[in-house]
Structures are given as C-alpha cells and as structure tokens.
C-alpha cells in the first residue's frame, strides 16, 4: 500500500490549490490574447503556451505536495506507466479544458483536475475559470458549487430536457453517427448545446443545468474530475455500452437517474 496521503480530503485541498495555480496562467493569458502563437497538435485541434505553461505550474505544485504521485496530463509532461495505475496517487490533469472557446474568447473553459488513488477516483475539482465557480467532489462526500451541495436535476420528460454534447472536430471523424444521435434526440427534447468544455458539461449535468451529456469520443483528463463530480450529485454515469464509464479514452453519457435510460437507447439504436 502506498505511504503517499492518500485521504479525499487532502487530496482535495491539493487539487484546489492547483487549479487556482492554473487559472492564475489562463487569466494573464486572456489580457494578451490576441498575441498567443496556437499551434496545431493534430487538424483543429490547438495548444498555446497558456495550456503548457498552466499544466507546467499545476503539476509543480501537485509533486510538491503528493511527491511520487503519476501524471496523466493533456500536453506534455504524462509520467503514468500503466504498469503502475493499479496502485499509488495518479493525477488526471487538464490545464485548459476547452482550449478553442479560450482562444477565441468565448466564455466556457476551465481547469480539470482529479486524483486517483489506486486506480479509484478520490478527487474532483473543475474551476469554471471565467465565471470564477469552482465544482468540487470527493468519493462518498458529495458534490460541491462554490461550497453549496449540489444534485443532478429530476426532470423526467424528455421534452422539458435540456441535453449538452460534444461534436467531433478532428477530420470530421464519426460525423454521421453525431448526425444519426442528434436527429434522434433534437426532435424529442427541450435541445441541445454544444459548450464546448467536457468537465463543465459534466459539472452542468451535477448541477442541474443540464439533463443529460453524451460525447462518443473523450480523453481520461476530459472526463475525470467530471465524472466523480456528476456522479457524487446523483447523476449516472456510464459509456455508451451501458458499463460504468472508466477514466479513459471512452465514450460518455451522463445523466440524472431518470433520464439516462432513455437516452442511452436512442443513442445506441442503429439508423
């Protein structure tokens, strides 16, 4: 058994101040926006300095806090050996969750932050960072908006739901399936958005913002501090199987417990 702190709360505390470290780059960031270099790490898909510099300071101050943990990060500095995932203190990091919306200015992104401890999420934290609204969770202690309890909403009407979702952006892989889901549930449902931010999608499911969330293609440090919070607030979290959804690269549907059934079948059904 690992000799690191391995208890929800402190690990908590840990992620918090690492979050707050991150955001601290994201907003300096955001007053020279127009002079960032992006750099493409695949077709569509950007990086800038903001999102390596943030990762950089985020997991400085996580090893000095939790020294030997693992890291499993979005752009540069992964130390994870999968041999090694079974046991110990991983951090699952993204710096800058919805790096697109931040180079153009559009309000939704955030720092995403969990920690796992032998291979089990412990702790949540995504930090809305324009809005300055931090949604926080631990296993078996709840899940948390700027300090207040908070709970997946109880609509069970499909057309009084609001349902987010993510669109593919990388060549345009899978665009038909989006199209098949999406023409299923738009005609069915209150709508649907595309935010463009996987944690704060999964933090608005917790919260009651929205219904329900699915994306057919995500990364762990999308996902990781999102799920446990979504699903310490009640909502079901799942792949698009139906099995409980795994920090990895997976497909997600999250849900309040009344509307994940539902829709995990029009999702799935072929046509």
């Known amino acids: 058994m690992t000799s690191q702190p391995t208890t929800p709360d402190v690990l908590l505390d840990a992620l918090r101040d690492a979050a707050a470290a991150g955001a601290?780059?994201?907003?300096?960031?955001?007053?020279r926006r127009g002079s960032l270099v992006w750099r493409e790490k695949a077709a569509t898909d950007f990086v800038?300095?903001?999102d390596t510099t943030a990762e950089a300071r985020i997991i400085a101050l996580l090893l000095e806090r939790v020294p030997g943990a693992a890291i499993l990060a979005e752009e540069t500095a992964s130390t994870l050996d999968p041999a090694r995932r079974a046991t110990g203190i991983t951090f699952v990091i993204d710096p800058l969750d919805g790096t697109t919306n931040f180079l153009h200015g559009v309000p939704e992104y955030a720092v995403s932050i969990a920690a796992l401890v032998d291979d089990a999420l412990a702790a949540g934290v995504v930090l809305h960072v324009p809005r300055d609204e931090w949604f926080t969770a631990t296993t078996g202690g709840g899940a948390f908006?700027?300090?207040?309890?908070?709970?997946a909403s109880e609509i069970d009407a499909p057309d009084r739901a609001l349902i987010a979702t993510g669109f593919p952006?990388?060549?345009?892989h899978d665009v038909d399936r989006y199209l098949g889901q999406m023409r299923r549930l738009m005609t069915h449902t209150a709508g649907l958005r595309r935010p463009g931010s996987a944690s704060l999608d999964l933090a608005g499911v917790a919260c009651g913002r929205f219904d329900g969330f699915w994306e057919n293609v995500l990364a762990p440090w999308d996902i990781a501090a999102g799920i446990l919070i979504a699903r310490e607030a009640g909502?079901?979290?799942?792949?698009?199987?139906?099995?409980?959804?795994?920090?990895?690269h997976t497909s997600v549907l999250a849900a309040n417990p009344r509307m994940h059934g539902w829709l995990l079948e029009r999702l799935t059904v072929d046509g």
């Open 24 to 31: 601290e780059v994201i907003r300096d960031g955001e007053r």
């Open 48 to 50: 800038s300095e903001v």
């Open 145 to 151: 908006r700027d300090g207040a309890p908070i709970r």
């Open 169 to 172: 952006y990388k060549g345009g």
């Open 235 to 248: 909502a079901v979290v799942t792949d698009l199987d139906g099995s409980p959804c795994p920090v990895a």
